[in-house]
């Protein structure tokens, strides 16, 4: 019987590049500037650079730690680079799979580059890879990983990477194969950093693109690894989240969708399961039902969300009213959707200490209540209802059934090169972030990658800001 690691393998370790569509290629690069936009701006907010301190302490290597200008080992690199890109969780997400691809992917994949000379068409068909392994894998038990503890992104993230490392280490079949066994016993990402706001989320992609990478260099040099790996008795699903899995349930056609079509970037540096909530503040306030100077005419703010968002973003209540860092203020639908309605928007400034101690906030986050309801459009996308009873019994309700950047209500490039911009601007200046833009924007038909990473490397934010 054919396990999933085998049709995986067979499907995705020998595709033609020349077999992805041209606009498929330009999708990946576009999650490419995505990520690197949101890893430079954490870098200059000072966030997630714990991996960047560590990577400069160790030994000189040949990969680019962005933003900093000095390389290190490929295993520092990414680890810095995805931790870098997590740090805000301003990354994008794939819905259905509940799967945080481009931060390991993106890492994974330029250091790879840099360390073989792939072509850019090799990279980004590499890239493509690792988003269908990581969707496809994601697929087959949304939410159940982090039903039991775990980020989906931190376990089966491992796989993508292990998929795009094998392809551009130019490992056969058998060896592939391999890797992928190998790979099951570096997956992990505990979700237990939700208990007190800590740090340590930030590192699951990071250490998916350390894991991968490592796995398909030990499969190269002759380790084997179990080809039941994921629906095994001990394998990844049952161990991690609990279900039976089998091969059909991932032997979908190539390209039915190219699952980098479904990536979704995020307008706000938070988790996905505050987005639409936030959103359908936003509206309320545009359409003056709500105000921030009208705090004590709100009786209630009622959410209907679906249930993976009380479990992340509702639940334990009392954390999510008193948020102590950032990180639990990024997971604490109450807290972000009372930013929303006082400042018109949630950023990177949203969540500096000051913002979280705003007694307005407090107040307007502690009228917010939720109900767990199953909502049409979910997992595809992530929506909600909002409804803002007033004193009085007026009642004013705003329905998001697409969050913005979902396949749905997608973000168009402009507004993606105003993410970027807005992300890289103050961290690099002028001059470098558009040249970076250029670079990006222009690499599905570049000869080389030279340009792109030349660019990378003079996109430099000052040491004070993250030292």
Same mark, same amino acid.
């Given at each position: 019987?054919?396990?999933?690691?085998?049709?995986?393998?067979?499907?995705?370790?020998?595709?033609? #590049?020349?077999?992805?569509?041209q606009p498929t290629l330009a999708?990946?690069?576009?999650?490419?500037?995505?990520?690197?936009?949101?890893?430079?701006?954490?870098? #200059?907010?000072?966030?997630?650079?714990?991996?960047?301190?560590?990577?400069?302490?160790?030994?000189? +290597?040949?990969?680019?730690?962005?933003?900093? +200008?000095?390389?290190? #080992?490929?295993?520092?690199?990414?680890?810095?680079?995805?931790?870098?890109?997590?740090?805000?969780?301003?990354?994008?997400?794939?819905?259905?799979?509940?799967?945080?691809?481009?931060?390991?992917?993106?890492?994974?994949?330029?250091?790879?580059?840099?360390?073989?000379?792939?072509?850019?068409?090799?990279?980004?068909?590499?890239?493509?890879?690792?988003?269908?392994?990581?969707?496809?894998? +994601?697929?087959?038990?949304?939410?159940?990983?982090?039903?039991?503890?775990?980020?989906?992104?931190?376990?089966?993230?491992?796989?993508?990477?292990?998929?795009?490392?094998?392809?551009?280490?130019?490992?056969?079949?058998?060896?592939?194969?391999?890797?992928?066994?190998?790979?099951?016993?570096?997956?992990?990402?505990?979700?237990?950093?939700?208990?007190?706001?800590?740090?340590?989320?930030?590192?699951?992609?990071?250490?998916s693109a350390l894991a991968g990478?490592?796995?398909?260099?030990?499969?190269?040099?002759?380790?084997?690894?179990?080809?039941?790996?994921f629906e095994g008795r001990y394998?990844?699903?049952?161990?991690?989240?609990?279900?039976?899995?089998?091969?059909?349930?991932?032997?979908?056609?190539?390209?039915?969708?190219?699952?980098?079509?479904?990536?979704?970037?995020?307008?706000?540096?938070?988790?996905?399961?505050?987005?639409?909530?936030?959103?359908?503040?936003?509206?309320?306030?545009?359409?003056?039902?709500?105000?921030?100077?009208?705090?004590?005419?709100?009786?209630?703010?009622?959410?209907?969300?679906?249930?993976?968002?009380?479990?992340?973003?509702?639940?334990?209540?009392?954390?999510?009213?008193?948020?102590?860092?950032?990180?639990?203020?990024?997971?604490?639908?109450?807290?972000?959707?009372?930013?929303?309605?006082?400042?018109?928007?949630?950023?990177?400034?949203?969540?500096?200490?000051?913002?979280?101690?705003?007694?307005?906030?407090?107040?307007?986050?502690?009228?917010?209540?939720?109900?767990?309801?199953?909502?049409?459009?979910?997992?595809?996308?992530?929506?909600?209802?909002?409804?803002?009873?007033?004193? +009085?019994?007026?009642?004013?309700?705003?329905?998001?059934?697409?969050?913005?950047?979902?396949?749905?209500?997608?973000?168009?490039?402009?507004?993606?090169?105003?993410?970027?911009?807005?992300?890289?601007?103050?961290?690099?200046?002028?001059?470098?972030?558009?040249?970076?833009?250029?670079?990006?924007?222009?690499?599905?038909?570049?000869?080389?990658?030279?340009?792109?990473?030349?660019?990378?490397?003079? #996109?430099?934010?000052?040491?004070?800001?993250?030292?």
């Amino acid at each position: 019987m054919t396990t999933i690691a085998q049709l995986l393998v067979g499907r995705w370790h020998g595709l033609p #590049a020349s077999d992805i569509p041209q606009p498929t290629l330009a999708r990946a690069a576009l999650c490419m500037e995505d990520t690197v936009g949101v890893a430079l701006g954490a870098l #200059a907010q000072g966030a997630g650079t714990s991996g960047v301190r560590a990577a400069r302490e160790s030994v000189p +290597g040949p990969v680019l730690v962005w933003g900093t +200008g000095f390389s290190a #080992a490929i295993d520092d690199a990414v680890l810095a680079n995805g931790m870098l890109s997590h740090a805000m969780d301003f990354d994008d997400l794939h819905a259905p799979a509940v799967m945080h691809s481009s931060a390991l992917v993106v890492p994974t994949a330029l250091a790879l580059a840099q360390v073989t000379g792939a072509s850019p068409r090799e990279m980004l068909a590499a890239a493509v890879v690792g988003y269908d392994v990581a969707a496809r894998l +994601g697929r087959l038990a949304p939410g159940a990983f982090q039903r039991h503890g775990f980020q989906s992104t931190g376990v089966l993230g491992t796989f993508a990477t292990t998929a795009i490392a094998a392809r551009l280490l130019g490992l056969t079949n058998a060896q592939a194969l391999n890797a992928f066994g190998i790979a099951g016993s570096m997956a992990s990402g505990l979700m237990e950093f939700l208990a007190d706001g800590s740090d340590a989320k930030q590192m699951h992609p990071g250490w998916s693109a350390l894991a991968g990478i490592r796995a398909a260099r030990l499969a190269k040099a002759g380790m084997s690894g179990p080809a039941s790996v994921f629906e095994g008795r001990y394998g990844v699903f049952r161990s991690f989240a609990r279900t039976e899995v089998d091969s059909a349930e991932v032997d979908a056609a190539i390209g039915s969708p190219w699952e980098v079509d479904l990536m979704s970037p995020k307008p706000y540096p938070a988790c996905l399961c505050v987005h639409p909530q936030v959103q359908a503040m936003l509206e309320l306030r545009a359409a003056g039902a709500v105000s921030a100077d009208g705090i004590d005419d709100i009786e209630e703010i009622a959410c209907d969300v679906p249930e993976l968002y009380a479990e992340l973003v509702y639940e334990p209540r009392g954390e999510k009213l008193a948020v102590r860092t950032p990180y639990a203020a990024r997971f604490s639908a109450p807290y972000c959707m009372a930013r929303a309605l006082i400042d018109g928007a949630l950023d990177a400034n949203s969540f500096g200490e000051a913002a979280r101690r705003d007694p307005r906030a407090a107040a307007i986050a502690a009228r917010v209540t939720y109900r767990v309801m199953d909502l049409p459009q979910y997992p595809a996308s992530f929506p909600a209802r909002v409804r803002v009873r007033l004193r +009085g019994g007026a009642v004013h309700e705003a329905y998001v059934a697409h969050n913005l950047g979902s396949p749905g209500n997608p973000m168009n490039d402009t507004r993606m090169a105003a993410k970027f911009l807005a992300c890289t601007l103050p961290a690099v200046g002028n001059a470098a972030a558009t040249r970076l833009l250029q670079a990006l924007r222009t690499l599905p038909d570049a000869p080389s990658t030279g340009p792109m990473l030349a660019a990378l490397i003079s #996109a430099t934010v000052p040491e004070d800001k993250w030292n």
